[in-house]
């Protein structure tokens, strides 16, 4: 018998309650009874839940969810500049930054927003010219070129 693929399957709503509590905890056991499952071996019924596809799918997508958030973007990143540039952003004594860090934050800025694409822009440019292939003759010694000539 043909085993089915069962990644793109909907989750029911145990299995989502399951799921959730798994990405909280990261325990198996633990994730079955917080789920509601009816079940005297729960160690069991997890292994058997994390091993259908659909749901590991789900629990993986969740956890890089819950990763990617936990870095900031590019936009992110260059919002953060320009608040710090226009003395948006206090420090810890709720004093604006100094002239001397807007001032970074401006060339941080500036490198991001004009100096790369400018970099990124001339690079396609020497790329999109094409390859010019060169075929050098090699160099004959002078004794060599003397035969030549005399013959």
């Known amino acids: 018998m043909a085993k089915v693929d069962t990644a793109d399957k909907p989750l029911t709503d145990i299995e989502k309650a399951f799921v959730a509590s798994y990405v909280l905890c990261k325990n198996g056991s633990q994730a079955v009874r917080e789920a509601g499952y009816a079940t005297k071996r729960p160690n069991g019924t997890a292994s058997a839940l994390l091993s ?11 956890l890089a969810a819950i990763e990617s958030k936990k870095i900031a973007d590019a936009n992110e990143v260059l919002q953060f500049y320009t608040s710090v540039m ?23 800025l500036a490198k991001h927003k004009i100096e790369l694409p400018m970099k990124l822009e001339q690079k396609n440019i020497t790329n999109n010219i094409g390859s010019i292939q060169l075929n050098f003759l090699p160099r004959l010694s002078n004794k060599v070129e003397e035969v030549v000539d005399a013959g």
Not at 52 to 62: F, G, L
């Open 86 to 108: 226009r003395g948006e952003i206090l420090d810890q004594f709720g004093i604006e930054a100094s002239l001397d860090t807007r001032i970074k934050a401006a060339n941080e």
């Open 52 to 62: 259908r596809s659909h749901i590991r799918a789900e629990i993986d997508r969740q």
